[in-house]
């Protein structure tokens, strides 16, 4: 089960953390991933990290995001600064085990999501 927290309605150029909290997690491993969706567009992914410690992030996070993960609390962070008003959109966090992301290359497990509003 995941559920996001943290979003909200901003400014441009402010920040927003959001987080992702974790249960029954019971895999050895964990890839997770960050991902927006913006009204009428599709998914698009913004940041993952897995359990060895691999990170990416895609398009426009790169250099204004910065994701990551609390093991002990089995939670994932997004730290987003420098919003525009195109970062607007659903964020919806995603993880898999990472031996069923290499075989299905895709995540299992999704949340419900956390609105976020860049105002310009």
């Known amino acids: 089960h995941l559920m996001e927290s943290g979003g909200g309605t901003v400014e441009s150029g402010g920040s927003l953390n959001l987080s992702c909290a974790v249960s029954?997690?019971?895999?050895?491993?964990?890839?997770m991933g960050w991902y927006r969706q913006a009204p009428g567009q599709e998914l698009q992914g913004v940041a993952h990290?897995?359990?060895?410690?691999?990170?990416t992030y895609e398009g426009s996070a790169k250099g204004r995001f910065t994701v990551s993960h609390d093991n002990e609390v089995m939670t994932t962070y997004l730290q987003m600064k420098n919003l525009r008003p195109e970062d607007t959109g659903m964020y919806f966090c995603?993880?898999?085990?990472?031996?069923?992301?290499?075989?299905?290359?895709?995540?299992?497990?999704w949340g419900q999501g956390t609105q976020v509003t860049v105002s310009s």
């Open positions: 990290l897995t359990s060895m410690g691999a990170i």
């Open positions: 995603a993880a898999a085990s990472c031996e069923f992301m290499v075989k299905e290359r895709r995540y299992l497990h």
């Open positions: 029954g997690w019971t895999e050895s491993t964990y890839c």
